[in-house]
């Protein structure tokens, strides 16, 4: 069985509409860890500067430190890291790759192709350093293409979740008090795993019970992001999204399906 510990890299301060103000968008990545093997799904963003002058917004942490500093909090350095599951390839998940040179880096092949020529509505999020590394490493040692689902291991599945972007894959890990899927920004915040619960949504939409609502940053249709979302339901107890702030920071120590207020989306 599997510990998961939440890494904690930084924050995004986006532009709201019509001069409403700053959203903090909190990035988060995921070390996977039996005592024997070492696991990071998703590896964060790059650093303030670099933030900066690609997109012309602020942020905090980022970068090689933030990481670093995040796994040793775990009890980690990058040289415990065996794997690394890129959930997807958009450059809040997907940069520093370069700390992890003997990993093995396992992305789904249809997201590396996107990654080359992206829906125009997603150029903005890839950044061809992440394809540059991906491409320079040996395979399948260092850098491995899947299709479709795949078990990484005994306790680790990966379901490709096609919603956010075409190959988006989602880590499903087994642990003592049952199974996680760690789903990234296949629904970004608990609101759109469960938009009619009012612990989940601050605006809870009352006629969207037992149902999911897509996230606005897409390539699916609508359809299609929820057929994602409903097999990773049905493969995990619980899902932890990417952008929330109020998801469990180690499991199964804590562990719950809805946050228990929402003091922050």
């Not at 103000?21 to 093997?37: E, N, R």
């Not at 612990?199 to 359809?223: D, H, K, V, W, Y």
């Not at 990417?242 to 809805?258: C, E, K, N």
Request: net charge negative; with cysteine; proline share 8%.
């Amino acid at each position: 069985m599997f510990e998961i510990h939440t890494l904690e890299l930084g924050e995004l301060y986006l532009p709201l509409p019509h001069g409403a103000g700053l959203l903090h968008d909190p990035i988060h990545a995921w070390y996977v860890t039996d005592g024997k093997v070492g696991i990071l799904v998703d590896t964060g963003m790059p650093d303030v500067d670099v933030i900066k002058k690609r997109l012309n917004v602020d942020s905090r942490g980022g970068g090689h430190a933030s990481l670093r500093e995040a796994l040793a909090r775990a009890g980690a350095t990058p040289q415990d890291v065996n794997y690394v599951v890129l959930t997807h390839m958009h450059f809040d998940h997907a940069w520093n790759l370069d700390l992890f040179p003997d990993a093995c880096v396992i992305v789904q092949r249809d997201e590396m192709f996107h990654s080359v020529d992206p829906s125009p509505t997603q150029r903005i999020y890839y950044f061809r350093e992440t394809l540059i590394d991906l491409l320079q490493r040996k395979r399948p040692s260092r850098m491995r293409l899947v299709d479709g689902d795949v078990d990484l291991m005994p306790g680790v599945r990966l379901l490709k979740a096609p919603g956010h972007t075409p190959g988006m894959q989602v880590a499903v890990v087994s642990t003592q008090k049952g199974r996680v899927g760690l789903v990234s920004d296949l629904g970004d915040h608990y609101r759109y795993w469960y938009p009619a619960d009012p612990a989940a949504n601050e605006a809870p939409l009352r006629f969207m019970a037992g149902s999911f609502l897509p996230g606005p940053i897409r390539t699916e249709s609508e359809a299609n992001y929820v057929g994602s979302m409903q097999r990773v339901m049905q493969a995990a107890d619980i899902v932890v999204p990417a952008h929330d702030w109020r998801i469990p920071r180690q499991m199964p120590r804590d562990w719950f399906a809805v946050p228990p207020a929402a003091d922050k989306a």
